[in-house]
């Protein structure tokens, strides 16, 4: 069936340092999604790729949509105390409403 | 306010109960979600509605059960068939707009079994 591989799984920074995330699927998608998890909490969307080689920003952070539409990055420049939490990548393969998730990359921002 | 609500917050059960947890939206999403995540894991489906009275089996259903007979609500049943029952549980709905599917989250419930 259809993976989202996510790497790295896990990655402290000091604050300030930039921050990347990325996900890999086994089969073309048609859209991908972002969320972030904080600790203790629950997933919240960020946004939302939908065309071939698709750029988003949103303040310090980046997203991209690879030109096959089977990987995704997310980027954080100047990273702060309050990126701290677990991305995740989410993809769809056309069929109707279900997500596949990634299994998230959990960020810790030192001081 | 708009939102979901997932009640309790925290739930603790002997083995071999089932224990059924409750999802509530008033968002007016037609699709429900429910997923699983285990510590420092990603969340995994294990049944979801599109429309009331029509649910699908997700990735990891054994064990499971659910209804969908409200637009509003969509309880989960975790049955004594579940063998590693304890687990953070979160539902989520959507709209059907293909233009934005972007899934809302509840609380989560915490599950314990013993």
């Known amino acids: 069936g259809q993976q989202v591989m996510q790497i790295p799984q896990y990655q402290h920074v000091q604050e300030g340092e930039d921050f990347t995330t990325y996900c890999n699927s086994s089969t073309t998608l048609s859209n991908i999604q972002w969320y972030k998890q904080r600790p203790g909490g629950h997933p919240v969307f960020l946004i939302q790729?939908?065309?071939?080689?698709e750029v988003k920003k949103q303040k310090r952070l980046t997203f991209q949509f690879g030109e096959a539409k089977k990987n995704s990055s997310l980027h954080i420049t100047a990273t702060q105390t309050t990126d701290v939490g677990t991305y995740f990548c989410?993809?769809?393969?056309?069929?109707?409403?279900?997500?596949?998730f990634g299994a998230g990359t959990r960020l810790a921002v030192h001081p | 306010d708009g939102g979901i609500t997932q009640s309790p917050k925290y739930l603790f059960r002997k083995e071999g109960q089932n224990v059924t947890l409750s999802c509530e939206q008033n968002l007016n999403h037609d699709a429900m979600y429910w997923y699983r995540q285990d510590p420092g894991q990603g969340l995994r489906l294990i049944y979801y509605s599109q429309i009331v009275n029509d649910f699908q089996k997700g990735d990891i259903a054994e064990g499971y059960s659910v209804s969908r007979e409200k637009k509003e609500s969509f309880p989960l049943t975790v049955t004594s068939a579940q063998k590693n029952p304890t687990a953070f549980y979160l539902c989520?709905?959507?709209?059907?707009?293909?233009?934005?599917?972007?899934?809302?989250f509840g609380p989560g419930t915490r599950l314990t079994v013993t």
């Open positions: 989520a709905s959507s709209t059907r707009d293909r233009r934005t599917y972007e899934q809302y």
């Open positions: 790729l939908v065309k071939s080689g």
């Open positions: 989410a993809g769809r393969d056309g069929g109707y409403n279900k997500l596949i």
